[in-house]
């Protein structure tokens, strides 16, 4: 028998005095003097406590608890012999490779990233840091080594744990079952998916090795925010490859598999902290770590990816990228098949653009609440912040250097360089002078800047300049470089609404354009991409070159796939196109561009204001690049008084340009022959 349970209260003092006055050696007489009493029945067990304690009723329910889970187990066994033929083979493990995705890589063939399915980056088991491999096997696994693939001690430990706390607190599952379930199985919870789960367990475990087991496991599991293994969280979380991490940041991945939501660093910082405060603990326990380096560990920051960072560079241009690429050749070659993408984007410039557009965007807001606080209305910020796009293009090839299509891509991923149709304003003006130049007008020619008024059914259109102000007589080249509006309209009529349109096809403009005069003022939407590459155009010297953002593709072999080979087509004279650049470098020097001397280059340009300061735009460009500019709200409202493409977009021209263009040569424009012999003068 068993030894007596504890006594507690009265009834343990009453056997403790009855035990004192018995003789100490059987037999013994009773002291002289003593008073010998009749000795009574003393019971050997005590009364029961008046209510039992929190141990008691544990020790009671445990016995049925551990023959619950021998009862699981014994049907687990039975399972594995009467269960029928419909698991899933596990040998199929041996042919398994993981899905290889796309990889991309910029201009001078620096890799970007991969476009998958699943944001997967395999990783050799070689290559993962012990410090992470310990953390994971700690916290979902201790017993990994020692296992054969179902940890009955694990499952005990875990019903344990849960039965005292009233919760699950603590999963019995081991890594190869958590393995199975995610290459094999499905996740719901039923009890027919945990046996299937069991058995795969058992066929991994005979088949393969644990660090060929683990290997998998830290390339397959969820680790939060889309990312697949531990190579893509590290780079998601971090900035860095798994090779790389530190011993916190090790912890905080290996916090992660457990519920990734829940824990998420980004979004809940705090308890994500604490929770990898109880996989530190579980690495000192299990003695992969010191003590003091578990209280460094927890004192350390979680050392996150900036804010800024987090956002990705060149998200745009990969989304379109991707979609294209996907439409081309479908998802199971762009996501599986490995191939190799090489891409025209530069990425130094792209983060530059990026960063000149934050910069331009955040001085426009900072105007606007200096307007609202000046009219007495506070100095909040507007309810929706501008919006704004940036292209640059190499004219020679057409390669698309960088592309913007907006402020933050984890907002709004609406690409407006490529799909924002938007009126270009004054910045269409160069097509109405190049078809001009065509049709055998000088730069030297007079216009009338004089109020003209014109009717069309019963509706009277009587355009103004920008300033309100008429100049009178004033030639080709003044009226380009001050972007007057009423000259702009007669020489239109001069020339006819058709040529205009024409020539701007011919340059890349492929919107469609309205046919009357209004055409003059930039009245047909435009997309930033087209508007960019047709004055590419002017730059090439009149041969258009389309966009191209794929240089090259190989599959996994290395075998080509697709070549992109840069094409142009004469578009425009090239003596013309000349003299048209030469028109607009004296936009830059004297007129509506002269913000962007600063460069001092040679540069050629325009600016571009709608009405009401709806859209803001500027596009210039060197002998061999091209930059283009649109700054707006999604839903067409003022951007404020006097915000034109010379105040709100040509900052973020000239940012963008000096990084294109810093330990560059200074280029110069090729000199445009004399003009054609019928060329007049000066017209009525």
């Known amino acids: 028998m068993g030894e007596f349970p504890r006594l507690h209260g009265r009834s343990r003092a009453i056997v403790s005095a009855r035990r004192r006055r018995r003789p100490s050696v059987p037999g013994q007489r009773a002291a002289p003097g003593s008073r010998r009493r ?30 619950a889970v021998l009862a699981v187990a014994g049907v687990a066994v039975a399972a594995y012999v009467y269960w029928p033929t419909d698991l899933p083979p596990a040998k199929a493990l041996e042919e398994y490779t993981p899905s290889v995705g796309s990889r991309v890589y910029a201009a001078d063939d620096e890799f970007l990233t991969e476009f998958q399915a699943e944001k997967r980056i395999f990783v050799p088991f070689q290559q993962i840091p012990p410090a992470l491999r310990n953390a994971i096997i700690a916290v979902e696994d201790a017993r990994f080594y020692s296992h054969f693939g179902v940890d009955v001690r694990g499952i005990l430990r875990a019903a344990y744990a849960n039965f005292r706390h009233g919760r699950v607190v603590e999963g019995g599952s081991t890594i190869t079952q958590q393995l199975a379930k995610v290459l094999f199985l499905t996740p719901d919870r039923s009890f027919s998916r945990k046996v299937k789960e069991a058995l795969l367990a058992f066929e991994l475990e ?3 090795s644990k660090d060929r087991l683990l ?5 397959q599991v969820y680790m939060g925010h889309g990312a697949f293994g531990v190579e893509a969280a590290a780079r998601m979380y971090f900035g860095k490859s798994v090779q790389d991490l530190t011993l916190p940041e090790a912890a905080m991945l290996a916090a992660l598999p457990r519920s990734p939501g ?27 770590i010191s003590e003091a380096e578990a209280k460094a560990t927890n004192r350390a920051p979680l050392g996150l990816v900036p804010s800024e960072r987090r956002r990705g560079s060149g998200q745009y241009f990969l989304e379109y990228l991707q979609q294209s690429l996907e439409a081309k050749y479908g998802s199971d070659v762009l996501y599986k098949s490995g191939l190799a993408i090489y891409t025209t984007l530069d990425p130094v410039l792209q983060r530059a653009a990026e960063q000149a557009l934050r910069d331009g965007l955040q001085s426009l807001a900072r105007r606007q609440d200096a307007r609202a606080a000046t009219r007495g209305k506070g100095s909040a910020a507007p309810v929706v912040p501008p919006e704004g796009a940036v292209v640059v293009i190499e004219a020679a090839t057409g390669y698309v250097k960088a592309l913007i299509g907006g402020d933050d891509f984890a907002r709004t991923e609406f ?22 130049l065509e049709a055998g007008h000088a730069p030297t020619e007079i216009l009338d800047d004089s109020p003209i008024r014109y009717v069309s059914a019963g509706k009277v259109w009587a355009p ?7 100049r009178g007589p004033v030639t080709l080249q003044q009226a380009l470089e001050e972007s007057i509006n009423v000259p702009t309209i007669r020489l239109l009529e001069q020339v006819g609404v058709n040529p205009v349109i024409d020539v701007a096809r011919r340059a890349g403009i492929q919107s469609p354009l309205p046919h009357d005069l209004t055409l003059a003022l930039g009245s047909g939407d435009v997309t930033l991409l087209e508007l960019t590459a047709a004055y590419g155009t002017f730059a090439n010297q009149g041969i258009h070159m389309e966009p191209l953002m794929v240089r090259y593709v190989t599959d996994a072999q290395g075998r080509l796939v697709e070549e992109n080979i840069p094409q142009g087509r004469e578009a425009i004279d090239a003596g013309i196109a000349n003299r048209l650049t030469q028109m607009l470098r004296g936009v830059v020097e004297r007129g509506s561009g002269v913000g962007a001397r600063v460069l001092e280059r040679p540069l050629a340009g325009k600016t571009g204001t709608t009405n009401d300061f709806s859209n803001a735009w500027f596009v210039g460009y060197t002998p061999s690049l091209v930059a283009g500019v649109w700054v707006g709200y999604d839903r067409p409202r003022s951007l404020g008084h006097d915000e034109t493409g010379a105040r709100a977009a040509l900052p973020i021209w000239v940012a963008v340009m000096r990084t294109a263009l810093r330990g560059q040569p200074v280029e110069d424009f090729a000199v445009p022959p004399a003009p054609p012999a019928g060329a007049q003068a000066a017209r009525p």
Not at 262 to 281: D, K
Not at 464 to 470: A, L, Q, S, T, V
């Open 206 to 208: 005979k088949r393969y």
């Open 38 to 67: 009749r000795s009574r029945f003393v019971p050997p067990w005590p009364p029961w406590p008046p209510w039992p304690s929190w141990r008691v009723v544990r020790w009671i329910l445990l016995p049925p608890l551990l023959l």
């Open 464 to 470: 103004e300049n920008y300033d309100g102000k008429f």
């Open 262 to 288: 829940n824990y998420s660093p980004f979004e809940r910082p705090e308890l994500a902290q604490r929770r990898r405060a109880i996989v530190v603990g579980r690495l000192l326990e299990h003695g992969y």
């Open 215 to 219: 290997e998998l496991y830290l390339n």
């Open 415 to 436: 690409n407006r360089a490529l799909h924002a149709h938007r009126q270009p304003g004054s910045a269409f003006k160069p097509f109405v002078y190049l078809a001009a």
